[in-house]
C-alpha cells in the first residue's frame, strides 16, 4: 500500500526553537518550519514587534487593524499572549495544514507501507492481568499479507524474557511503518513495553527516535512514545463507526457484524476458518498449547481485515487535508471541519474568532462573569 502522505510527524524543540520531525520511508528528517508559529491581537504588546495586518474577523466580517505576532517555539505563545489575542490556540500542525498544505508534499510516503499486525495472550487467573505480575504468553502477529505466526512459551515458569527478546528481532528485521491492533493503545502496546522494561530489555527498536519508547513527563508519568511509526488502533475507528447499531464493541462482535470470517476464507489455507467466539479469560491452564496459540492467530487474522476496511478511511482524509498519518489517527468532527473551514476563510481574508460565545452573543447569552 501506497499513499499521498506523509506517514509521521510531530513537533520537538531545539535550543528554544520549535521543529519538525518526520519520518519517510523509514528515514528521519529534521526539518525547520515552514513559517514561524504566530497569533494574532487588537493591540500592541509590551515588548514585542508586530506587523501590522488587516483582517476581517469571523464575528464581524469588517476589516479590521490587527497586529500579527511570530515568535520562535511554539510554547512562547502562551506566555505572550493577551485577553485580546486571536488565533494563539490553533496547533501548529493544524495551521500548517491549512497555511501551507503543499510543503509536505517533498515528504510524502512513496515506498510501499509495512504493516506489523499484532495480538497478545497474557497469563490470567481470571481477574484482569497486570504487567507488573503476569508475562505474556504468547503474540501472534503477521506482516503485510504474510502468514500468522505465534510466538509462546512453554510453561509459566520460563517467564516471556525468551518471547520478548524475539519479538524485538522480529521488529529490527521487518522495521514496521505501521502497528496495528485491536484496542492495542491501551492494553497490548502499553503491555508489552512494560514487561519488557520489568525484564531489563532494552524497548529502543520500538521506536524511530533517538531514545527509548518511554519517557518521563514533567509530572513524572511515564509514558510510552513510539516515534516514527504510526500506531493504529482499530477499536478507535469502531467506536466513530456510526454504522454499527446495536452490538459490543469487542473484536468478535464486530468482527461477525461484518461477516470478517468470509473475508479470512478467501486466505489460502483457511478455507475452513471460523470465528473463535470463546472468550478467554482464564488464560493459565492453555499456556504452550495449540488452542491458545489458534485463539491468538484467530485475532490477528480478524484484526487485519477490520484494519484494511478502516485503514482507508484515515489515508484518506491525510491526502485530502494534506495532514500526516499520525494526526488523522487523533482527528474529530471538529478537526476535519476546522481545516476545511480555516482554510477557505483564510482565502477570503478572514480570522477565525476565538472570542467566547457568550461575549460574542450577549443577546443569547445575556451577561455573563469573566470565567464563567
Request: with cysteine; proline share 5%; hydrophobic share 40%.
Given at each position: 500500500?501506497?499513499?499521498?502522505?506523509?506517514?509521521?510527524?510531530?513537533?520537538?524543540?531545539?535550543?528554544?526553537?520549535?521543529?519538525?520531525?518526520?519520518?519517510k520511508?523509514?528515514?528521519?528528517?529534521?526539518?525547520?518550519?515552514?513559517?514561524?508559529?504566530?497569533f494574532?491581537?487588537?493591540a500592541?504588546?509590551?515588548?514585542?514587534?508586530?506587523?501590522?495586518?488587516?483582517?476581517?474577523?469571523?464575528?464581524?466580517?469588517?476589516?479590521?487593524?490587527?497586529?500579527?505576532?511570530?515568535?520562535?517555539?511554539?510554547?512562547?505563545?502562551p506566555?505572550?499572549?493577551?485577553?485580546?489575542?486571536?488565533?494563539?490556540?490553533?496547533?501548529?500542525?493544524?495551521?500548517?495544514?491549512?497555511?501551507?498544505?503543499?510543503?509536505?508534499?517533498?515528504?510524502?510516503?512513496?515506498?510501499?507501507?509495512?504493516f506489523?499486525?499484532?495480538?497478545?495472550?497474557?497469563?490470567?487467573?481470571?481477574?484482569f492481568?497486570?504487567?507488573?505480575?503476569?508475562?505474556?504468553?504468547?503474540?501472534?502477529y503477521?506482516?503485510?499479507d504474510?502468514?500468522?505466526?505465534?510466538?509462546?512459551?512453554?510453561?509459566?515458569?520460563?517467564?516471556?524474557?525468551?518471547?520478548?527478546?524475539?519479538?524485538?528481532?522480529?521488529?529490527?528485521?521487518?522495521?514496521?511503518?505501521?502497528?496495528?491492533?485491536?484496542?492495542?493503545?491501551?492494553?497490548?502496546?502499553?503491555?508489552?513495553?512494560k514487561?519488557?522494561?520489568?525484564?531489563?530489555?532494552?524497548?529502543?527498536?520500538?521506536?524511530?527516535g533517538?531514545?527509548?519508547a518511554?519517557?518521563?513527563?514533567?509530572?513524572?508519568?511515564?509514558?510510552y512514545?513510539?516515534q516514527?511509526?504510526?500506531?493504529?488502533?482499530?477499536?478507535?475507528?469502531?467506536?466513530?463507526?456510526?454504522?454499527?447499531?446495536?452490538?459490543s464493541?469487542?473484536?468478535?462482535?464486530?468482527?461477525?457484524?461484518?461477516?470478517?470470517?468470509?473475508?479470512?476464507?478467501?486466505?489460502?489455507?483457511?478455507?475452513?476458518?471460523?470465528?473463535?467466539?470463546?472468550?478467554?479469560?482464564?488464560t493459565?491452564?492453555?499456556?504452550?498449547?495449540?488452542?491458545?496459540?489458534?485463539?491468538?492467530?484467530?485475532?490477528?487474522?480478524?484484526?487485519?481485515?477490520?484494519?484494511?476496511?478502516?485503514?482507508?478511511?484515515?489515508?484518506?482524509?491525510?491526502?485530502m487535508?494534506?495532514?500526516?498519518?499520525?494526526?488523522?489517527?487523533?482527528?474529530?468532527t471538529?478537526?476535519?471541519?476546522?481545516?476545511?473551514?480555516?482554510?477557505?476563510?483564510?482565502k477570503?481574508?478572514?480570522?477565525e474568532?476565538?472570542?467566547?460565545?457568550?461575549?460574542?452573543?450577549?443577546?443569547?447569552?445575556?451577561?455573563?462573569?469573566?470565567?464563567?
Amino acid at each position: 500500500m501506497t499513499m499521498k502522505a506523509v506517514l509521521y510527524m510531530r513537533l520537538f524543540e531545539d535550543s528554544g526553537i520549535t521543529k519538525l520531525q518526520i519520518f519517510k520511508n523509514k528515514k528521519e528528517h529534521l526539518v525547520e518550519l515552514p513559517f514561524k508559529p504566530y497569533f494574532f491581537d487588537s493591540a500592541k504588546i509590551d515588548g514585542l514587534v508586530g506587523e501590522e495586518v488587516i483582517l476581517k474577523p469571523v464575528d464581524t466580517l469588517q476589516p479590521t487593524k490587527l497586529f500579527k505576532y511570530e515568535v520562535d517555539s511554539v510554547k512562547d505563545i502562551p506566555k505572550l499572549r493577551t485577553k485580546t489575542s486571536i488565533a494563539a490556540d490553533v496547533n501548529y500542525l493544524l495551521r500548517l495544514c491549512i497555511d501551507q498544505p503543499s510543503f509536505l508534499n517533498q515528504y510524502f510516503q512513496t515506498d510501499e507501507l509495512t504493516f506489523l499486525y499484532l495480538d497478545i495472550e497474557t497469563d490470567s487467573i481470571g481477574i484482569f492481568p497486570k504487567p507488573e505480575l503476569n508475562p505474556i504468553i504468547s503474540i501472534g502477529y503477521a506482516i503485510n499479507d504474510g502468514p500468522v505466526k505465534v510466538i509462546k512459551i512453554d510453561k509459566l515458569e520460563d517467564g516471556d524474557i525468551k518471547l520478548l527478546l524475539e519479538f524485538n528481532e522480529v521488529m529490527e528485521k521487518y522495521n514496521p511503518d505501521v502497528i496495528v491492533g485491536y484496542n492495542i493503545l491501551m492494553f497490548d502496546l502499553p503491555y508489552i513495553l512494560k514487561r519488557m522494561k520489568k525484564n531489563g530489555i532494552s524497548t529502543d527498536c520500538w521506536t524511530r527516535g533517538k531514545t527509548s519508547a518511554f519517557f518521563t513527563t514533567s509530572s513524572g508519568n511515564e509514558v510510552y512514545n513510539i516515534q516514527g511509526r504510526f500506531v493504529f488502533d482499530v477499536i478507535k475507528e469502531v467506536f466513530q463507526d456510526q454504522t454499527i447499531h446495536g452490538i459490543s464493541k469487542g473484536l468478535k462482535p464486530v468482527s461477525k457484524y461484518f461477516k470478517v470470517d468470509e473475508k479470512i476464507r478467501q486466505i489460502p489455507g483457511y478455507e475452513d476458518y471460523q470465528i473463535i467466539t470463546e472468550d478467554v479469560h482464564i488464560t493459565r491452564p492453555l499456556i504452550g498449547t495449540d488452542k491458545l496459540a489458534k485463539y491468538n492467530e484467530s485475532d490477528v487474522l480478524i484484526t487485519r481485515e477490520l484494519c484494511k476496511m478502516y485503514i482507508a478511511n484515515v489515508i484518506a482524509f491525510a491526502e485530502m487535508l494534506h495532514a500526516p498519518l499520525n494526526m488523522m489517527a487523533k482527528r474529530t468532527t471538529s478537526m476535519i471541519g476546522s481545516i476545511f473551514y480555516a482554510t477557505e476563510l483564510k482565502k477570503k481574508g478572514i480570522i477565525e474568532c476565538t472570542m467566547p460565545n457568550y461575549k460574542r452573543h450577549p443577546d443569547v447569552f445575556g451577561t455573563l462573569k469573566e470565567g464563567y
